[in-house]
Structures are given as structure tokens and as C-alpha cells.
T-cell receptor
Framework: DPKIIQKPKYLVAVTGSEKILICEQY?????MYWYRQSAKKPLEFMFS???????DNQTASSRFQPQSSKKNHLDLQITALKPDDSATYFC?????????????FGHGTKLSVL | GEKVEQHESTLSVREGDSAVINCTYT??????FPWYKQEAGKSLHFVID?????DRKQSQRLIVLLDKKAKRFSLHITATQPEDSAIYFC???????????FGDGTQLVVKP
């Protein structure tokens, strides 16, 4: 059974629209992350949360907003979608959010913006 | 910021042979180097890591080597099996935060 659930698996959106990517983890972890993998680019760190608080943010655009309604949830809201936002978005978690922790990844949400 | 490069985008070996995946990094402050594996249709999962206080680590058929002077590290898979076929990602991070920088991935194919 997957312990990190990402919904949906595939998502198609039109330019200018808004979408929310869902992530829930059932590992009992206290830290959650978002990573993005675009075509021909390595997996890029976006956000990290620990105990529902933002720890680190490497995403310049305010169009990307993480939302943590519960400790085991970290959704990603993306507004004013652009074709360049097309990528696979991976949610991950770790025990505490400290340094050198092993990450556990979800299966990813593949977003295509037309 | 840190830039991690994986030198082989694809690697094909015969079952039973060894496979070596090489990575370099740019940030001298990086001190933690994990490796992740992604099998077809599955998510990434951790396989092995090495910290900068050692230059070699082994876990069963996996060996990681670290050369801090050259800012280079590598994953050696011995006695490869078809189930080793996957995309392998090397990564690096500093000890001061948990931001991990990944390489592009190496597609390893183990032929029976």
C-alpha cells in the first residue's frame, strides 16, 4: 500500500487556470516536501514544511502556494498556470525535517498545461 | 547553488557484471550524498547514502565512493541483476539544511 498518496496522478489544465495538487502521508512523519521534475531538468526542490510550518522555499513565484491543513497533508496550489509549469510534481516526507534525513516519495502528479 | 551532474544518462550492462554511475558536485559545503532509485512506474526510493566523514560505504551489493577533493562520488553495483534496472539519482546536500539537489538520473539497464 502506498504510504504517500498524491492525487491526481495525471492532470491537464488550461493556461491561466488554477489547480491544487493533493498530498497525504501515512508514515507518521513530521516533515513534508514538494519537488518538481520538468522535462530535461533534474528533480528540483520547491518547499519544505516541518510541523506544518514552512522551513524552506526555493520557488521564486508566488503562484505556487503550499497548504497544510493537517500534519500529514501538504497540498500545492498553483494559480495562473503557464505551459512552463508542465512537470511531474513529487511530494515527499521525512521523519523530522532535519538535515541528512531519508526522503520518502509519492508517485507524483504529472501536470500538463495547454 | 549546488549543481549535481550525472555523467551517464544511460548505462547498459550484462547480468552479473558491475555497473558504475558517476556524479560530480560543485558546492564544497555539501556533506551528505544520498542515492535514490526509481523503477518503472514507481516512485523514487532511497538506496544508500554516504556522509563526508567517510570515503567508502557498502551495503550488500552497493558500494558508494566519495572523493571530496575532486568533488566526485560514485555508485557501484556489483553482480547486477535484472531487477537492478531502474533510473538512479545521485544527490547532494549541506549539513546546514535539508535541501537536497539531485542529478538528472541514469537509466540502468541490466540485460539477462
Amino acid at each position: 500500500d502506498p504510504k504517500i498518496i498524491q492525487k491526481p496522478k495525471y492532470l491537464v489544465a488550461v493556461t491561466g487556470s488554477e489547480k491544487i495538487l493533493i498530498c497525504e502521508q501515512y508514515l507518521g512523519h513530521n516533515a513534508m516536501y514538494w519537488y518538481r521534475q520538468s522535462a530535461k531538468k533534474p528533480l528540483e526542490f520547491m518547499f519544505s514544511y516541518s510541523y506544518q510550518k514552512l522551513m524552506d522555499n526555493q520557488t521564486a513565484s508566488s503562484r505556487f502556494q503550499p497548504q497544510s491543513s493537517k500534519k500529514n497533508h501538504l497540498d500545492l496550489q498553483i494559480t495562473a498556470l503557464k505551459p512552463d509549469d508542465s512537470a511531474t510534481y513529487f511530494c515527499a516526507s521525512s521523519q523530522e525535517g532535519g538535515t541528512n534525513e531519508r526522503l520518502f516519495f509519492g508517485h507524483g502528479t504529472k501536470l500538463s498545461v495547454l | 547553488g549546488e549543481k549535481v551532474e550525472q555523467h551517464e544518462s544511460t548505462l547498459s550492462v550484462r547480468e552479473g557484471d558491475s555497473a558504475v554511475i558517476n556524479c560530480t558536485y560543485t558546492d564544497t559545503a555539501s556533506s551528505y550524498f544520498p542515492w535514490y532509485k526509481q523503477e518503472a512506474g514507481k516512485s523514487l526510493h532511497f538506496v544508500i547514502d554516504i556522509r563526508s566523514n567517510v570515503d567508502r560505504k557498502q551495503s550488500q551489493r552497493l558500494i558508494v565512493l566519495l572523493d571530496k577533493k575532486a568533488k566526485r562520488f560514485s555508485l557501484h553495483i556489483t553482480a547486477t541483476q535484472p531487477e537492478d534496472s531502474a533510473i538512479y539519482f545521485c544527490a547532494a546536500s549541506r549539513n546546514s539544511n535539508n535541501r537536497i539537489f539531485f542529478g538528472d538520473g541514469t537509466q540502468l539497464v541490466v540485460k539477462p
